[in-house]
């Protein structure tokens, strides 16, 4: 599998935060995933190659696991479908990140995040 380069910046920080991380290059490899774990938490580009983001939160979301979108590209989607999932404008700076994921978590901030 190849990673681009945003996903492995991401995985990476995550890594270091010392969570455990898988990616997915496309909806294609990313759905499949559902089938074998359970996540607590996905973050999911908007622009894949073969589709967005939103098919895969949608699975996500179905299982109950909550979703962050990052997108450079918001206005090519309708609001209604952003606003279902956490969404978050790229550039996203790596404390931002840890802060959504606290969130999203129902963590409260960052740093009261308790790694699992």
């Known amino acids: 599998m190849t990673i681009t380069p945003c996903a492995l910046s991401f995985a990476d920080i995550l890594s270091v935060a010392k969570y455990d991380v898988d ?3 496309s909806v294609k ?3 499949p995933l559902f089938e074998s774990n359970y996540y607590n938490l996905l973050i999911a580009d908007l622009m894949l190659p073969d589709g967005t983001g ?3 939160a949608e699975e996500a979301q179905r299982r109950g696991t ?3 979108i990052l997108t450079a590209y918001g206005y090519r989607f309708r ?3 952003l606003t279902r999932f956490g969404l978050m404008l790229k550039p996203v700076r790596p404390d931002e990140l840890l802060e959504a994921m606290a ?3 129902g963590r409260g901030s ?3 995040i ?3």
Do not use: C, N, R, Y
């Open 23 to 25: 990616t997915a290059e």
């Open 79 to 81: 609001k209604a479908d």
């Open 110 to 112: 960052a740093g009261t």
């Open 54 to 56: 939103i098919q895969v």
């Open 66 to 68: 909550p979703t962050i």
């Open 114 to 116: 308790s790694h699992e």
């Open 103 to 105: 969130k999203a978590l």
């Open 29 to 31: 490899a990313a759905l």
